[in-house]
């Protein structure tokens, strides 16, 4: 198969995962495991995907990007390291699949940054009822900006090769002032996430708990996992007074 033509049936695949992810029938295709096996079917090497794919998914596993927080893109990793790493080349492939999906951070961030102004104007359409354009804006403008920030790379990557990774990597490196903007901007997303969270939440109604947990963490230092056995605890418990106190 032609380099071009593999180069751009890879970039379409790659698209297809990020589409699933972002829609309401969520098949997994865009965990590292499935992008990577069927990375593995379209180039016939369908062992170094499930490697790949495997070795990628357990780096993934309990890793979301919770309030817009931005993690390393194991689905391109997945895909380019396949590819580079077919005919039982492992070691090559991880070896590029990690900073494939540690340098498509930045290209997330670029692409949350972007699709702002296709969420808000998707709230105008919705204050002006105006459902065709609320649908373009969220269902065809916004996903084809998360479909082809994957396209792409994907696309130049496969269809250039190696030399296009290293290269982007270090265009980063010798311009630290647009790894600084880009850092600063990914920095305030998850905080705006977190906001926007709190903002649907019944803080009002139940400050303690925010409060509770804030200082769990802040001051004392509980780890992530720990902060959310005791929140199932506190809330167990919260709702066992509740209904006790209703049943009587």
């Not at 309401?24 to 295709?29: A, D, H, Q």
């Not at 895909?79 to 991880?94: E, H, K, M, Q, S």
């Amino acid at each position: 198969m032609p380099t071009i033509l593999t180069a751009l049936i890879l970039a379409i695949w790659a698209y297809i995962c990020v589409y699933d992810m972002l829609s309401p029938n969520f098949f997994m295709l865009s965990r590292p495991l499935i992008a990577g096996f069927g990375t593995g079917i379209i180039i016939g090497d369908v062992q170094t995907g499930l490697m790949i794919g495997g070795t990628l998914e357990l780096m993934a596993l309990g890793v979301y990007t919770y309030g817009g927080a931005t993690i390393p893109d194991y689905l391109v990793g997945a895909i380019l390291g396949t590819y580079f790493g077919r005919g039982g080349n492992f070691d090559v492939g991880i070896a590029l699949a990690i900073p494939a999906a540690l340098l498509l951070t930045q290209v997330d961030i670029l692409n949350r940054f972007l699709n702002f102004v296709f969420v808000h104007r998707a709230d105008r359409y919705a204050e002006e009822g105006d459902d065709k354009g609320f649908d373009r804006m969220m269902v065809t403008t916004s996903h084809m900006i998360w479909g082809f920030s994957r396209f792409i790379p994907v696309f130049l990557a496969v269809a250039f090769g190696e030399p296009v990774v290293a290269a982007v990597s270090n265009f980063f490196a010798t311009y630290p002032w647009i790894n600084k903007g880009i850092t600063t901007v990914g920095g305030i997303l998850p905080a705006v996430g977190f906001a926007m969270l709190l903002k649907i939440l019944p803080v009002e109604k139940y400050p303690a708990f925010l409060i509770l947990g804030f200082v769990l963490f802040a001051y004392l230092n509980i780890p992530l996992v720990g902060l959310a056995l005791l929140g199932v605890a506190v809330a167990l418990i919260f709702q066992y007074i509740k209904y006790e106190r209703e049943a009587a």
